[in-house]
């Protein structure tokens, strides 16, 4: 009993302590008040103004209606995100166990005086909760909680110092300069990311040289970032983030720390959210708003979204190019056909109305556009994409169609995800036609091949000789260490800000760039492929970003002569750069490795496969049921499949008498047809026989509906 009484006032005092830390948060400032009061002020009187307008002029009463139904629809949207951001901080500050509890509980709720049972929210659970395969990580929250403060300081300098040029960098396409950050005004707030879940992989899925941990994190931040742009203010909060974070320690050593070095990165884009305040927020500067979400998304996928990653080695002998540059595993072919009954967004005068829809390719910080296909429901593309592939199980190639629109922003049309792992198993599949999630209607066809990559020079120069020169051939691994003597004759007090760019063929990658330095520290690793390696060069440029890219060392490389080297490679060693600074030099290694794109694997009927397309998460935690997918290879050959529905059992009875009347829908592309009806029944027998005619290349799904007869 004593025991029991100690713990329950153990219990108490950390509620009582997680509720202090709750209320610890920043309150608003005042500004942010006055700010918000002039914004829904303006909104409001140009509301009335405009609707005083509209009646004077004898508009229609849709005018005023259409206006009123978004901005309930606006304000609605954001109070539910402001819900959900709350929800994932309180999640963040408490005891993952007392709030499961808690939200399992009951609640009053204010606003009707009574009880009201509280069902939670599947995507406030932990990811252990829901995926057997995840364990609890609250010791990992514990010392992510206490190393806050340091992490929050760190990041600070970070985006001083590597985020601020980088971005300013980047709006010089914009046409726009003047980006700063306000650094008395820079913040990451008290609320530490949450893992939700961790995975360790076992020596069977992992080399016997790493170890593999897989965290799911929230990160419902209560940031404050403020910046400007020419003059004018804008502020980045509500920020949150949601992921599947690696972190891999590679290699094993035998002394301690036992461990050479940290790799982390995300295998995919994670979910990002936030709110523009300041005065640009209030005013509503066209344009910033898009500018804005498009710099934060590609500088999160620039630094830690696979190819890319976040290096830490932890001995001075490992080499810091084994921990940064791509270690390529193979190279997965797309070549998209087309997509078909795709939704229609746009509205015609006659007749249908159609879409003009295009597709952006994705297997991590890898993208590709397609062209728009304008006023088409069933575009095709017939067009082929190359993706270098590190972590084969766990990446996954994306695809994301859209709706082109010159007067408005582009609008989803769906999109459809496919496991690497499971084309690497199959070597080659063609015809693939992948219904799109996210939307009401559409499917895509495309052809995968997974290319493994060889070392052996011989078979490279066998390669090199093929005509073919519109697909890849070789790829390139490209290690830049750093720069040293960019001094200015002229001019030796000047200081650059430099950057390192890199070309091959149509393919260009850029380094951070560095402030003020003449021997800028780059250490950053690249991956470029290679269609011509008898012609084909590597372009280096040094640029300096102070002085609006201004070119201040090139030198190039021809790929031919890398494969002719012994291993073909250059060993990290100076290269001397031609510009105005007499001593300067590039540090860079580079190696070449070919694709054997006639070497496919032999598939074994024994080892079973991985499912081409997953359930996303999502899907699984707002499910009861998920339906299994097919394991086989899913290429369709042209045929006539027989099949026999035989019965059902334990129906659902929708008929007052607490029976049905079912029978069964099969259809198959634009075939249909139909069993009897079994009356009064929720076990039915049909035993109806069906011959389906398949086409070479066809969809890949027979469909199965069950339905109640209804007279009525």
């Not at 914004?39 to 009335?48: D, E, H, N, S």
């Not at 992921?243 to 590679?250: A, C, I, Q, Y």
């Not at 009875?653 to 079994?678: A, H």
């Amino acid at each position: 009993m004593e025991t029991e009484k100690e713990e329950s006032k153990k219990e108490e005092n950390t509620s009582s302590e997680e509720k202090k830390e709750l209320e610890v948060l920043p309150a608003r400032q005042q500004g942010d008040t006055i700010i918000s009061f002039l914004k829904k002020l303006t909104w409001r009187g140009f509301a009335v103004f405009f609707t005083y307008l509209l009646g004077y002029f004898n508009f229609s009463f849709a005018w005023v209606v259409t206006p009123v139904i978004l901005t309930v629809a606006r304000d609605q949207y954001k109070k539910e995100k402001r819900q959900r951001l709350a929800a994932a901080r309180e999640a963040a500050l408490t005891n993952e166990q007392a709030m499961i509890e808690s939200r399992f509980g009951r609640r009053r709720n204010e606003e009707y005086g009574s009880e009201h049972h509280y069902t939670m929210q599947v995507d406030d659970l932990p990811s252990w909760v829901y995926f057997p395969d995840k364990d609890r990580a609250e010791w990992v929250n514990n010392i992510i909680k206490q190393l806050w403060p340091n992490i929050n300081n760190y990041v600070r300098k970070m985006l001083f110092e590597t985020v601020e040029p980088l971005v300013k960098n980047t709006l010089v396409g914009y046409k726009i300069k003047g980006f700063k950050f306000e650094r008395e005004n820079v913040h990451l707030g008290q609320v530490p990311p949450r893992i939700t879940g961790v995975k360790v992989y076992n020596e069977k899925e992992t080399n016997r040289n790493e170890i593999i941990m897989d965290l799911d994190i929230v990160f419902a931040s209560d940031l404050e970032v403020v910046f400007s742009l020419k003059g004018i203010k804008a502020k980045v909060s509500e920020f949150s983030l949601r992921g599947m974070l690696r972190v891999v320690f590679k290699p094993l050593i035998s002394d301690i720390p036992l461990i050479g070095g940290v790799q982390v990165y995300f295998l995919s884009d994670p979910e990002i959210d936030y709110s523009l305040g300041g005065v640009a927020g209030a005013l509503d500067v066209p344009g910033l708003g898009k500018i804005v979400e498009k710099i934060v998304s590609e500088q999160v996928r620039n630094f830690i979204v696979l190819p890319n990653k976040f290096t830490m080695p932890l001995v001075n002998n490992i080499p810091k190019k084994d921990l940064i540059c791509p270690n390529t595993a193979g190279v997965l072919r797309v070549k998209l056909l087309r997509a078909k009954d795709m939704m229609q967004k746009d509205v015609a005068v006659i007749g249908k109305g159609k879409s003009d829809p295009y597709a952006i390719l994705a297997v991590g910080a890898t993208t590709y556009k397609t062209p728009t296909k304008t006023n088409t429901l069933n575009p095709e593309w017939n067009l082929t994409y190359d993706f270098p592939i590190e972590v084969v199980h766990g990446q996954e190639f994306m695809m994301e169609f859209f709706d082109e629109d010159d007067r408005k922003d582009d609008e989803f049309l769906g999109r459809a995800t496919v496991q690497t792992g499971a084309v690497a198993e199959r070597g080659e599949i063609k015809g693939f036609w992948v219904d799109l999630e996210e939307c009401d209607s559409g499917k895509a066809q495309v052809s995968l091949s997974w290319i493994p990559i060889t070392s052996d020079q011989s078979t490279v120069r066998e390669l090199a000789q093929t005509e073919d020169d519109e697909n890849a051939k070789c790829i390139l691994h490209i290690y830049i260490d750093s720069v040293a003597g960019l001094d200015n004759p002229k001019n030796p007090s000047y200081k650059p800000c430099p950057l390192v760019q890199v070309t091959c063929a149509k393919e260009t990658r850029q380094t951070w760039p560095k402030s003020y330095t003449n021997n800028p520290v780059i250490e950053q690793g690249f991956v470029l492929l290679v269609c011509s390696p008898h012609s084909d060069d590597i372009h280096l440029r040094v640029l300096d970003t102070k002085q609006n890219n201004l070119c201040i060392g090139t030198m190039t490389v021809n790929v031919w002569k890398i494969i002719q080297e012994p291993g073909m490679e250059y060993p990290l060693q100076p290269w001397i750069l031609k510009g105005d600074s007499p001593d300067a030099k590039l540090h860079m290694a580079v190696s070449v490795r070919g694709l054997k794109t006639n070497s496919l694997p032999t598939k074994s009927s024994t080892v079973p496969q991985s499912p081409l397309v997953e359930v996303s998460n999502s899907a699984k935690r707002n499910s009861i049921q998920v339906n299994s997918v097919a394991s086989h290879d899913e290429t369709v050959k042209a045929g006539s499949i027989r099949l026999v529905v035989h019965k059902a059992i334990d129906l659902e009875d929708k008929d007052i008498g607490g029976k049905s009347d079912p029978y069964v829908i099969i259809s198959y592309e634009n075939q249909s047809n139909r069993t009897q009806v079994c009356k009064n029944t929720l076990s039915p027998e049909w035993n109806h026989e069906e011959v389906i005619n398949i086409k070479e290349n066809g969809d890949n799904h027979i469909n199965f509906k069950v339905m109640d007869k209804d007279k009525l």
